[in-house]
């Protein structure tokens, strides 16, 4: 039986429901679309700086997209407005699926860890009001390591090194194919989760496993390490 891996997850909406954002983006521009733009641009200009030799923490960029969109619409933003989405975003609830998979991965024996473009502290007081920051053996942040954000390959290598593994001997799990495409780049086994408005691309590096949810994610890995609790490793 090959030696389980350990497990890394990304943390905004793969494991947090993205969804819960609705309400503020809804009241402030009035159009159904404008959370998922929102959310798109904060990654593409996360990477965009992030390939620029520039660093800004992931919230700091999140309220200038805010900002920016705004704009665009000849909106303008209050600052009870970010303080809305700061503490939304703070709060999302997890997906429903996702207690449950992550306690049957640790009662399994998987070591279970997470990697974010998230500050360490928004990261925990996000875990900690979804329940399940006690699973969580540590907890990564680009922000306190390499200040690079992810796909970068120096977030990944620099998670490998902390944890002194081969970067094969660790599997990302992430609902964001550009998240799984830097992860295998790096030399990482990764996992796509298929939530709600993702999907595969069929160039690039290819994640080693694919399901509908974390669920699906973990029967596969469950299958393939051994069923077996981790007192009977």
Not at 161 to 190: K, N
């Amino acid at each position: 039986m090959p030696e389980r891996p350990m497990v890394v997850f990304d943390v905004n909406e793969t494991l947090l429901d993205l969804d819960s954002l609705h309400p503020t983006f809804n009241r402030i521009f009035n159009d159904p679309g404008a959370m998922r733009l929102w959310f798109a641009n904060l990654i593409t200009y996360s990477e965009a700086l992030t390939l620029s030799g520039v660093y800004v923490p992931f919230t700091d960029i999140g309220g200038a997209v805010l900002r920016m969109l705004a704009a665009t619409r000849d909106i303008t933003i209050s600052g009870a407005d970010s303080a809305e989405l700061t503490d939304r975003f703070a709060a999302m609830p997890p997906h429903l699926e996702v207690p449950s998979a992550l306690r049957r991965l640790h009662d399994h024996g998987f070591r279970l860890f997470t990697l974010t473009n998230n500050t360490l502290e928004i990261s925990e007081r996000q875990l900690e009001r979804a329940g399940v920051i006690d699973l969580f053996e540590r907890r990564f942040s680009v922000d306190a390591t390499v200040r690079r954000h992810k796909p970068a390959p120096e977030a990944y290598h620099a998670v490998a090194g902390a944890l002194e593994v081969e970067p094969g001997d660790i599997c990302l799990i992430a609902c964001h194919v550009w998240d799984t495409i830097g992860a295998v780049a790096a030399g990482w086994q990764a996992a796509l989760i298929l939530r709600e408005g993702n999907a595969p691309l069929d160039v690039g590096p290819q994640p080693n496993y694919v399901g509908q949810d974390l669920d699906a994610i973990a029967d596969q890995l469950i299958e393939r390490y051994g069923a077996h609790g981790p007192d009977q490793v």
